[in-house]
């Protein structure tokens, strides 16, 4: 989903604020749905619709703004405690049925990741708080009509977030209360089965009262659950290998070059991306699809550092690759550039890393199957089904 489509709207402490595509799907039906009901909306807050300054369709679009106004406070409330904690955000996606934030690594600790999922719920609750309040204070209908409105939404928002299940932060907040007996993995094994009743529940539900909602969240926990499974057990088995175990060996292309000598290189050493030396110091890909978007007849005008893909940051060769799985995943081309002693020696791809993936699971599953597995069972060999899907989102 992430994939898809998103638009950066703002920078706030440092973190890139995205509005995904289908939040502004949703955008116009929320109006339509908001706007139709005002009248009662109206009644219900005990203000007469004439009094308010503005009709349905301008209410409508209001409180669905103030919705995803409130679906971002809450996300911060979240990227505050991990930036506590010491975790690097980079970036918060607002979507349909929630935010996403994109963080450098989940914390591990039951009670860092219980923190960090609670807090969301909790600032939900207390902006509910703060708009009951302005709600009972005001005697001007459009802010009592606003804080009635604000105040059922992020009590709403809270209650929905608190269910447990993922990718809810009630899912997570039940994984970090199971991993302090159970461990990471049987705490996200029984988190995800939970996850999966949730998701049957709605789907059934939704499906009886034809209420597309209701499958859209059945579908969103069944996909959150799915996910987190195969993130977890991708960090699992990977676990032990380093960036430069993974790498591979590519000298860099200095970022003055033009696209005939990058074009060149490429076909020389059967590469489609090059790791970019650059003069700010930055880490930087050049790909082949992005020289494709040049005219032949402008490449040997165009430099490397005019098409380039600046990534968020190298590996050091030492790095455990387990630490970089969400950075690969959304880092343009799947590939992050690989150093050693601050020097670029080549690049780490996700495609790679996929068929590491797939070998591990293989060589797991052969090991139960001839059931001399032996030692501690605290690894990721309880389940080395196919069920874990391609690369971590
Ligand atoms: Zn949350």
Known sequence: MMGLKSWKIARIRGVDVNLHISLLLLLPYLVLAIGSRFGSVARDAGVSAEALSFGAWGWGFICALG?????LIHEFGHVMVAQTQGTRVDGVTLMMLGGLSTMDRPPERPFAEFRLAIIGPLVSLALAGCFLALESASTQPDLKFLGFWLSRTNLALAVFNLLPAFPMDGGRALRSLLAVKRGQLKATQTAVKVSTVFAWSFGVMGALSLNIILLLIA?????????????????GLLKGIRAGDVAIEVSPIAENQNLIACADRMIKERQTVLPVITTSGESALVSLGRIRTIPSEFRDTTRVRDIMSVVRRSLDKQEAISDALSELATSPGGSLPVTSDGKIIGIVRAADLNEVLQLKRLEESAI???GTHVGEPTGVTTEPSEKSGGKAA
């Open 368 to 370: 139960l199957s001839f």
């Open 67 to 71: 919705l995803f106004a409130s679906i």
């Open 219 to 235: 579908f969103f926990i069944f996909a959150g659950a799915q996910t987190e499974l195969a993130f977890l057990l991708s960090r």
